[in-house]
């Protein structure tokens, strides 16, 4: 099984330096090969392999004004190349953007594949010795590559890829439903209580320091060493924005994991929600994030993830009589079914509707696919063409409202 640390770095002036032309060196062999590629691709019909750019790059090094390539790692750079061939590849499967050139004014990184290993309170590097570093955990495992990492505050950072034995354990614990929201970023529903967890907000938060911030950059002369201070000071604000986040959500997993066994979440289209009036609030809770912790955490436990399908009214159905209730709209938080007379908070009802269809899909072991569609709303077939069509689908999923 793979695993991964991140750690903090601490390289000497002359290790930053050395970093640096590091980053260059890899920099410059993706845009050169991409430019390459690009110009063969449109005179041929076809790209560049890997095997074609490494052997060209090679023969590149021996030129006299490409002698500096030879102060950075020889691996890092056939990492970058291989790096290119599977941005190639991932474009033309339709699972990523066409690759683009990079820039030496944002986020910086390499990997070194081989040829790294912990000494101490350190990480042995090619071409750059021993990093100082903090390792928060014990090292347990075969290291397969370090990648590293500059950010916009210029802070150090590499991400150690691990091997390591699946021991997996038979996890006993509860079946909790989760509903997940923005004015309770989580409600859970274990079988027998109801807990809610409200979101942090960061944005909202930090919102009058970053804007007292930018209004300071605004005011900056291009190109001046005023201004570039006046960035890093802009860049550390969301970056305690995102820690701040990544900490909460972490905090958050753990606990939920730690006591179940299996959960069940709602499988939510965030990138749609994220187009609405509500997309600030959408984006800065973290959603996505918080599921895939929760997946990847419950796999090391051997607990179980099942996610609904997002066409599952689970807000809408009466947890006691089964009713659908069309009428609910966004704004009614309690509502009262017109059945059996029974009193719902929205977000609980939907949590232990949730609990059930999980249960219902383990038991048949099948994906959650039901009859019923997203917010009890008609999901129809529109005619774009011939012989094509789309489905129509509601503009935002009826979760809870934040303001924005």
């Known amino acids: 099984m793979l695993t991964a640390l991140k750690v903090r770095l601490y390289p000497s002036k002359e290790q930053q330096i050395a970093l640096v032309q590091n980053f260059g060196c890899c920099r410059f062999v993706w845009n050169h090969y991409l430019n390459k590629s690009n110009t063969q691709y449109q005179e041929t019909g076809k790209g560049l392999s890997y095997c074609d750019m490494a052997k060209d790059l090679t023969q590149l090094k021996k030129q006299e004004e490409f002698l500096w390539l030879k102060d950075a790692s020889s691996s890092a750079l056939q990492q970058s190349l291989k790096n290119l061939e599977a941005a190639f590849k991932n474009f033309f499967k339709h699972r990523a953007k066409f690759p683009k050139f990079k820039s030496r004014h944002k986020k910086q990184s390499l990997r070194y594949p081989a040829g790294c290993s912990v000494k101490g309170n350190g990480i042995q590097l090619p071409k750059l010795g021993v990093v100082k570093a903090i390792i928060s955990k014990k090292i347990c495992g075969k290291i397969k590559s370090v990648t590293v990492s500059k950010d916009s505050t210029d802070k150090y950072f590499a991400a150690i890829l691990l091997e390591v034995e699946d021991n997996l354990i038979n996890k006993e614990g509860k079946i909790s439903g989760i509903d997940l929201?923005?004015?309770?970023?989580?409600?859970?529903?274990?079988?027998?209580?109801?807990?809610?967890?409200?979101?942090?907000?960061?944005?909202?938060?930090?919102?009058?320091?970053?804007?007292?911030?930018?209004?300071?950059?605004?005011?900056?002369?291009?190109?001046?060493?005023?201004?570039?201070?006046?960035?890093?000071?802009?860049?550390?604000?969301?970056?305690?924005?995102?820690?701040?986040?990544?900490?909460?959500?972490?905090?958050?997993?753990?606990?939920?994991?730690?006591?179940?066994?299996?959960?069940?979440?709602?499988?939510?289209c965030v990138k749609g929600l994220a187009r609405t009036n509500l997309a600030k609030s959408v984006l800065d809770a973290g959603l996505s994030m918080l599921v895939n912790f929760l997946d990847y955490k419950l796999k090391r436990v051997g607990g179980i993830l099942v996610e609904v399908?997002?066409?599952?009214?689970?807000?809408?159905?009466?947890?006691?009589?089964?009713?659908?209730?069309?009428?609910?709209?966004?704004?009614?938080?309690?509502?009262?079914?017109?059945?059996?007379?029974?009193?719902?908070?929205?977000?609980?009802?939907?949590?232990?509707?949730?609990?059930?269809?999980?249960?219902?899909?383990?038991?048949?072991?099948?994906?959650?696919?039901?009859?019923?569609?997203?917010?009890?709303?008609?999901?129809?077939?529109?005619?774009?063409?011939r012989n094509t069509s789309t489905r129509k689908q509601p503009s935002k999923k009826q979760e809870s409202p934040a303001i924005a």
């Open 181 to 268: 929201g923005l004015s309770s970023l989580v409600t859970v529903f274990d079988g027998e209580t109801t807990y809610k967890v409200d979101p942090i907000k960061l944005t909202r938060k930090y919102a009058k320091r970053l804007r007292r911030r930018q209004k300071s950059l605004s005011r900056k002369k291009l190109g001046s060493n005023n201004r570039k201070k006046q960035v890093k000071k802009v860049a550390e604000v969301h970056h305690k924005i995102a820690n701040t986040r990544l900490d909460f959500l972490h905090k958050l997993s753990h606990q939920l994991v730690s006591d179940n066994q299996t959960l069940v979440v709602e499988n939510l």
């Open 309 to 385: 399908d997002r066409f599952f009214p689970s807000t809408k159905i009466c947890n006691c009589c089964k009713h659908k209730n069309d009428s609910l709209t966004l704004k009614d938080r309690q509502w009262v079914c017109p059945v059996c007379q029974t009193h719902h908070d929205r977000d609980e009802n939907a949590a232990r509707n949730l609990r059930e269809e999980g249960i219902k899909i383990l038991l048949t072991n099948t994906v959650g696919q039901t009859e019923f569609q997203a917010c009890g709303e008609s999901v129809r077939l529109t005619s774009k063409g």
